[in-house]
């Protein structure tokens, strides 16, 4: 693969001028984060009286064929799985995650699966769409929320011959810079008429693909439930995976529950995901450097 500092997309803020490259990870910083992969994932693997293997086991067979990693169904799928943690600090790995692509991502609502919405990246090819075009999305840059935490830049992803081409921070047709109109802050955390109004406005709000990512970065109950729905689990499987009603995951889906953070960890514990908390200044004009 490519050398150290070999750069696969850049992207600069029209709006306050931060540079976003995407370089490569240190052989060290990858290979410790897929030795902190491997730990995690063997955790799961060998649970003898955990009453939710099966599960577990179910979600980690599909974590390994999203990872292109063969996992028969059956009886060879335990020692399959096991295989697949094994290599996960292999060289190979390592390498793959030094020069994993990170800018130029997006998220695209495919037509076979409205519900669904895939990840890819610059020079994937994206399924089921044909020709040349653009697809808007939100890109959370960090400059701009340094100042109001609230504020995206538009961001419009060109296909051609189904592969992402490239992101852009200008609207092809106009040729001006837009920035993502900001969510309101008071309807998340309203009292219940609040919610209703925010539902409404939500519902009309979700056929916009823009709104979508912005929505996918700030709430947890939409982000649950899409990683639940790319597992292909159940809101009772995760319920139990985590172990609480299955009331209780629905509620936070639907937006009416306030999670709190060590629910949040245990649920993105079970969906193979992170959290990422930030405090960010409250000072509009404060700014880093
Ligand atoms: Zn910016």
Redesign the pocket.
């Known amino acids: 693969m490519g050398m150290f500092d070999t750069i696969y997309a850049e992207l600069i803020?029209p709006?306050?001028g931060?540079q976003y490259r995407h370089t490569p990870l240190s052989w060290e910083q990858a290979k410790r984060e897929c030795e902190e992969r491997k730990e995690g994932e063997l955790k799961y693997a060998q649970p003898p009286d955990n009453p939710w293997d099966e599960l577990f086991r179910h979600t980690q067979a599909m974590r390994a064929r999203a990872d292109g990693y063969p996992v028969r169904e059956g009886k060879y799928e335990q020692e399959d799985i096991l295989a697949w943690i094994e290599q996960l600090d292999s060289p190979e790995n390592i390498e793959r995650w030094r020069t994993r692509k990170e800018l130029g991502l997006a998220e695209i609502q495919t037509k076979a699966f409205d519900s669904i919405l895939e990840m890819y990246f610059v020079g994937d090819p994206v399924p089921a769409h044909r020709g040349h075009y653009f697809i808007e999305e939100g890109f959370t840059?960090q400059?701009?929320r340094e100042k109001n935490e609230r504020e995206y830049?538009k961001v419009w992803i060109e296909i051609e011959d189904r592969r992402i081409k490239a992101v852009l921070t200008h609207n092809p047709e106009t040729g001006q810079p837009e920035r993502e109109p900001p969510l309101p802050a008071k309807e998340f955390v309203g009292d219940e008429a609040a919610m209703t109004s925010f539902k409404d406005w939500q519902a009309k709000q979700k056929k916009d693909p823009g709104f979508v990512a912005a929505l996918n970065e700030l709430e947890p109950g939409y982000q649950i439930s899409r990683l639940r729905i790319q597992h292909g689990m159940t809101q009772a499987q995760l319920a139990e995976m985590v172990g609480v009603q299955e009331a209780t995951i629905a509620r936070l889906e639907s937006g009416s529950h306030i999670p709190s953070l060590s629910l949040l960890r245990r649920i993105a514990e079970a969906l193979g995901s992170r959290i990422e908390l930030r405090f960010l200044p409250g000072d509009a004009k404060r700014t880093k450097q």
């Open positions: 803020c709006f306050c931060r840059c400059g701009c830049v």
